[in-house]
């Protein structure tokens, strides 16, 4: 009785299966997200820094690394930007900057919260920097937008 119901489990008995048809086509993927514009990258970046800090700050690795990679990636992107508009001083500055959030994830990671703490400054500083050198305030006060350059 039992080997009947394992049979019947199993879709009954045993038959020679025809040889599998073509796959159907698949439909295309539907395009990606668009690409953050610079604002949202700035916004995001605003965000996630201060973040990275208190992480750090509160001995929390798992926080803290995964704010350093969220902002390494934020300036890789803000890197095709940069390039895009031929601001090679400012896509140092992010490279600079996406490697220092690197590392505080990787010194929080491994529990070195003195050398996290030390790469985070390196990030803030390359903020701090890049604001400086190329970034102004809106005519209307209302936000940012890149400095005009010679």
Known sequence: MLSVSMLAAC???????????EPEAVAPAEPAEPAMTHPEIMQEISQTRPVLQSSIEGQDAAA??????????????????YQMRGLTAAVDIASGAAEAAAQAASDAQAGDFDAALAAHG?????????????????????????????
């Open 11 to 21: 879709g009954g008995a045993m038959e020679e299966t025809e040889p599998a048809s």
């Open 122 to 150: 390196n990030v803030q500083s390359a903020c701090g920097n890049c604001h400086m050198q190329f970034r102004e305030k809106t005519p209307d006060g209302s936000g940012y937008q890149f400095k005009a350059m010679p």
């Open 64 to 81: 803290a690394a995964q704010a350093g990679m969220r902002l390494q990636e934020l300036f890789q992107t803000a890197i095709s930007e």
